[in-house]
C-alpha cells in the first residue's frame, strides 16, 4: 500500500512564502512524475507544478517564476517551494504520485493522492 503524507501548509500574508513537502512511502514502483495540485473553494481541482524522476518541471502558468518544485528521489519526496503569494494561491494543495510498471510486456499505470493540505494567503 502506497501513502502520501503532505505537510507545510498554513496561512500566510500576501507576498510571503511557504513549503510544501510530499513523502511517498510503502510498496512504490516506477515512479513517473510526482507533483501538486490545488482545489480552491468551488474551483475544480488544478495542476500546479510537476517533476519526474529525471528532473524535468512542468508550472501551471499562474506558478511560473513564483513557485518551485524539487525532488529527492532517494526519499521518494517532493517540494514545491512557494514564494510571492496571492490570495488567488489560496486553496487545499494535493500531493499527487504517477507508476508506471511493465510486468509480462503490459504497462500498469497507477496513480496516488496525498490528503491535501491547507494554504490560505490573506492579511
Known amino acids: 500500500q502506497v501513502q502520501l503524507v503532505e505537510s507545510g501548509g498554513g496561512l500566510v500574508q500576501p507576498g510571503g512564502s511557504l513549503r510544501l513537502s510530499c513523502a511517498a512511502s510503502g510498496n512504490i514502483f516506477s515512479i513517473r512524475t510526482m507533483g501538486w495540485y490545488r482545489q480552491a473553494p468551488g474551483k475544480q481541482r488544478e495542476l500546479v507544478a510537476t517533476?519526474?524522476?529525471?528532473?524535468?518541471?512542468n508550472y501551471v502558468e499562474s506558478a511560473k517564476g513564483r513557485f518551485t518544485i524539487s525532488a529527492d528521489n532517494a526519499k521518494n519526496t517532493v517540494y514545491l517551494q512557494m514564494n510571492s503569494l496571492k490570495p488567488e494561491d489560496t486553496a487545499v494543495y494535493y500531493c499527487?504520485?504517477?507508476?508506471?510498471?511493465?510486468?509480462?510486456?503490459?504497462?500498469?499505470?497507477?496513480?496516488?493522492w496525498g490528503q491535501g493540505t491547507q494554504v490560505t494567503v490573506s492579511s
Open positions: 517533476i519526474t524522476t529525471s528532473g524535468s518541471t
Open positions: 499527487n504520485m504517477k507508476t508506471s510498471r511493465r510486468i509480462l510486456g503490459r504497462v500498469f499505470d497507477d496513480e496516488y
